[in-house]
């Protein structure tokens, strides 16, 4: 076996936590075990400074603390870890071939994509700026932090819905921002929000500007007909236009559903026999860090059982 062409029993494509427990269960099952994480191993949790709702940690931890735990664990266990990304996949005959940034080729028995899925930004540089100092694309996540605050979340769909919802068992007051003149929530959602007393909802307004020094203590609004620009001084704002699923790569490779998340049966395994997938990739709705986890857990031991049975 070459470094040009490497052979492992299952190639891990990701590195957040449903590929770090992916290769933690590969590698321990007695799989020879590689995972690509890119540059930065870690995935989004790597922008999130606190996390208190992965069990096992008494106090809050740091996102990029969790994951680089993780990534000790698989190394401890055997997994081999790349830190570079895989470039092109073919699935059309086994082993299964992956190429690499670098130009190295490897092969696999079997691979499970965890390649995630990043939340959608408005692409502004005051909210970057902002982003994990009182910007956040996950509700659940970061509502904890606002308790008795005032908090804002853009969007007008389910999703954005839900966020402001859920906010209120936190958050004092929860502004909702649209851009159009209504909703696309649905109509039960909607008859939600507006019998919440905690909710209000701003229509026609896009944010204009996000402001404060170390956090985040306001943002503008423009009022998309006339102009006209509107305060609110919040110490939080939720971004919930949606994701965009890491699913590029696999485009005609795999079946995926019309918003680009790879389709998978109850058992993780995609279109093609021996490829699985994990995580914010495939899930459409809970995007939670401990969900991606046992996703990763699932998928590999669906792996290895895969493994078993072509030997046979």
Known sequence: MTEQNAHFDIIIIGSGPAGFTAAIYAARGGASTALFGGVAPGGQLLQTMEIENYPGFVEPVVGADLMMKMLSQAKRLGAAVFNEEITSVDFSGRPF????????????GAVIVATGAQARWLGMPSEQKFIGKGVSGCATCDGFFFRGKEVCVVGGGDSAAEDALFLTRFASRVYLVHRRDALRATFRLQEKLRANPKIEIIYDHTPEEFTGEAKLTGVSLKN???????????????IAIGHTPATKLFAGKLNLDDSGYIVTDSN???????????????????????????AGCKASMEALLYLEDVKK
């Open 224 to 238: 998309v007909k006339t102009g006209a620009l509107l305060r609110l001084e919040v110490t939080g704002v939720f």
């Open 268 to 294: 993780l395994a995609t279109s093609v026999f021996g490829v699985f997938a994990a995580g914010d990739v495939m899930d459409t709705r809970y995007k939670q860090a401990i969900v991606a986890a046992g």
């Open 97 to 108: 071939r992956l190429t690499a940034g670098s130009g190295k080729s490897y092969t696999a």
